[in-house]
């Protein structure tokens, strides 16, 4: 059944601090963790059993917040030997995915090996190496340094090309969204640069969004939820130099009552944004690419701060709880845009668009209208 959550980890299984929810292309979650401790680690969590194992160590007094697999650079695919497939290539072009050859999966799989992390108190973007066979020996380095109040979260466009970070400064009210490019050459992301920042208040949770152009979409678009003022934003970018459009209000939920903070968002192949609602919110909102609420699901807490797509298909929610400290999880209909591309298939898919049926969605709605009546009886 889709929305319907459970814990995946025990209580107390992280500390409050549980944050930077990311999954590998094997579709097995982890988190960051980064609370009483003196630097913060990475943990791998058994999608089965729930089991718990600390996997990399972040420098001494690091904090992290958001994780992300690196898009592989276009120039990386072809790198590769693999199998040609003219057809399977043009639709992998139609969607913004560029291989200049079609890979086996486990040839393309590999290049979704380096996990970019954020170190918001050492203000740099860590690379870890996941490929290394040995437990708790994972070994990271420093790919993006700049003058950050943070970072916070982040994002990256499907070609590889262009990171997005939210920086927010939380004691000011303020925040920014800056952008790098990857250099392959150098292995690290270069020309870092602040590219909104007016009018932005607590700049949180990212996401890129891939929608073609061929399918009657606005290409890649960027979405960073505020968490103090509730809303959400949106700008088109350019696919060429990484710019941004004049930013536009995808959803406004100032007024909601009770308060809560938009927190780290992800989103699916359906045309749905799942976001985290944190600080007293306690839900995940599921919103449509044009900003229309379709769904309120409960997070087991009050404290939900953010969230990754996994599991065998892709369609399991792994949602990072600050309240008990533990990963909570459910089902969605339709699999994680970025787990999508990890398998060499188009981030936006018509047909699950398609099938998106008022049904699945007033199921939900239902659920948590059974469940604030039990509250507030």
């Known amino acids: 059944m889709f929305f319907v959550p459970s814990y995946l980890t025990a209580e107390g299984s992280f500390t409050s601090g549980i944050e930077g929810a990311v999954v590998d292309s094997n579709g097995i979650p982890y988190a960051c963790d980064s609370s009483t401790m003196e630097s913060a680690n990475l943990a791998r969590i058994d999608p089965v059993s729930g089991a718990v ?10 904090g992290c917040v958001g994780g992300r697999f ?20 043009n639709l992998l072009l139609m969607n913004n995915i560029a291989p200049a050859l079609v890979l086996k999966a486990s040839h393309a799989m590999s290049l979704w090996s380096d996990l970019l ?106 979405v960073a939820s505020e ?51 944190n600080a007293g919110g306690g839900r995940v909102l599921a919103v449509t690419y044009a900003g229309s609420i379709l769904c309120e699901i409960d997070a087991l807490g009050l404290g939900p701060s953010n969230i990754a797509f996994g599991g065998n298909d892709g369609r399991t929610a792994f949602v990072t709880q600050v309240k008990g400290g533990r990963m909570v999880q459910f089902r969605v209909p339709a ?23 008022q049904r699945k969605w007033m199921d939900c709605r239902t659920k948590v209208d059974q469940i604030y009546s039990k509250q507030v009886a």
């Not at 194992?53 to 690091?62: D, L, N, R, S």
């Not at 650079?73 to 057809?87: I, N, Q």
């Not at 990890?342 to 099938?355: D, G, I, K, V, Y």
């Open 117 to 222: 992390l954020t170190d918001y108190k050492h203000h740099t973007l860590i690379s870890v190496d996941t490929t290394s066979p040995a437990s708790g020996a994972w070994s990271g380095k420093t790919v993006l340094q700049g003058a950050f109040t943070q970072p916070n979260d982040l994002a990256m466009t499907p070609n590889g090309r262009f990171v997005f970070l939210s920086d927010p400064d939380f004691l000011a009210s303020r925040g920014r969204i800056w952008r790098a490019e990857w250099d392959p050459r150098s292995g690290a992301f270069m020309n870092l640069q602040v590219v909104a920042e007016e009018g932005l208040t607590t700049a949180n949770g990212i996401e890129v969004i891939d929608h073609p152009r061929s399918q009657g979409g606005n290409g890649w678009t960027l």
């Open 335 to 357: 699999e994680g845009s970025s787990f999508a591309r990890m398998h060499q298939r188009p981030s936006w898919n018509q047909e699950t668009l398609a099938s998106r049926g």
């Open 53 to 62: 194992e600390v996997v990399f160590e972040f420098p001494p007094g690091g």
């Open 227 to 277: 968490s103090k003022a509730q809303l959400i934003r949106r700008w088109t970018i350019d696919e060429v130099s990484g710019d941004l459009s004049t930013p536009q209000v995808l959803l406004n939920m100032s007024t909601a009552i009770p308060p809560f903070d938009f927190d780290g968002m992800r989103a699916t192949t359906d045309g749905v944004l799942y976001v985290t609602m």
């Open 70 to 89: 690196r898009e592989p650079f276009e120039g990386e695919y072809a790198g590769l030997k693999g199998e040609r497939s003219k057809g399977k290539r």
